[in-house]
């Protein structure tokens, strides 16, 4: 089969690889649709403790292309959805309800190999059935998975007063679920006029062009629309600029929230006494845990609205352009790779 496979950081090669073969409580998926992120840009240049030979891609359709044994619950041409990530079930964390810290954890497109191949071989049990699912809609089931578990994390009281930095994928699936879960106003802020159109169709009740030269018109258009700050301030963008924003546009009492994924040796400034004396919450959340059965109900149902937000396309032979593609966070919403 053809494979991406990265043996160090920054080098990628397009290549050969034995196909695969399933062992007990395993399948063999020809994958149709492997979404590419901000992640596989991190990955790339080393981040995120890849663990090498590495064939990325963590964002996985495919189709069951053969059985190991002891599966019965899937059958041969069935489409599914990979819940990518395989935590132990009894390290410390795993037993704390805590999978995503799992000490054992085996990461598919991180550190087992992932979907920017023409087949993998995962557990049976991480399948999620998805036929009744268009395949450009299932392709978001990862991220929704994750922004699903945003909410978990988040908890956001209803009614409340919310602003979401960034209109990328994540953006726009969490300012739906913002939406969707009783926030009585969310406002997006976001460079690009086209993703804000999408904002609010989507159901974000304000949006603000963010100047990426010279923010002080733009934080001056979000002050006046909340004097005495939001309720919560999510970061979607990991820019550290932007994050630097966040605290001061928070209501005292509220809660800054960090969904955007920054570089791991990147840092920013903040003052303790203003969080002490603000009383402020600043929380984080890191990929999905529980949540891939609720991210594919939403798709079902259409809470969650995908169209519109794949914008690229690319064979396996064009990742070096699907990785371009995602570095252009003005033009570019989704890049997904058919193999």
């Known amino acids: 089969m053809k494979a991406i496979v990265y043996d160090r950081p920054y080098a990628y090669r397009y290549t050969d690889l034995p196909d695969p ?73 795993c037993r704390r309800a805590r999978p995503a810290f799992c000490t054992r954890l085996r990461d598919h497109g991180v550190t087992r190999p992932g979907g920017f191949a023409e087949m993998i071989v995962v557990p049976a049990s991480h399948c999620h059935p998805a036929d009744d699912i268009p395949l450009d809609v299932v392709a978001f089931a990862e991220p929704v998975a994750c922004a699903v578990h945003g909410m978990d994390v988040l908890a956001p009281q209803p009614g409340s007063d919310v602003l979401l930095f960034g209109a990328g994928t994540t953006g726009l699936l969490l300012a739906q679920l913002l939406a969707g879960s009783g926030a009585g106003r969310v406002t997006v802020a976001a460079p690009t006029e086209a ?53 001061p546009l928070t209501r005292d009492g509220g809660t800054v929230f ?62 070096g352009a699907a990785l371009d593609a995602v570095r252009d966070d003005r033009g570019c919403i989704k890049a997904v790779i058919h193999p």
């Open 195 to 247: 993703k804000l159109k999408l904002a609010r169709e989507f159901g974000a009740d304000e949006t603000v062009v963010m100047d990426r030269d010279d923010s002080s018109a733009s934080v001056g258009a979000l002050r006046a629309l909340a004097p005495d700050g939001f309720d919560t301030v999510v970061d979607a963008t990991g820019a550290l600029t932007v994050i630097e924003q966040c605290l």
């Open 21 to 93: 073969e399933p062992g007990p409580g395993e399948v063999r998926l020809r994958v149709r649709s492997a979404g590419v992120c901000g992640t596989d840009a991190h990955l790339h240049r080393g981040e995120f403790s890849p663990r090498y030979p590495l064939t990325p891609g963590h964002e996985v359709v495919g189709e069951v292309e053969s059985l190991g044994e002891e599966v019965t619950a899937l059958a041969v041409g069935q489409r599914v959805a990979l819940n990518n990530r395989v935590s132990c079930g009894s390290c410390a964390n």
């Open 258 to 319: 960090l969904y955007g994924m920054a570089g791991e040796r990147e840092r920013v400034e903040l003052s303790p006494h203003e969080i002490f004396s603000r009383e402020l919450t600043i929380r984080g959340s890191f990929t999905q845990a529980f949540s891939f059965d609720r991210a594919l109900r939403v798709l079902r149902t259409g809470r969650v609205r995908t169209d519109g937000m794949i914008t690229h396309r690319f064979g396996l032979d064009s990742y």
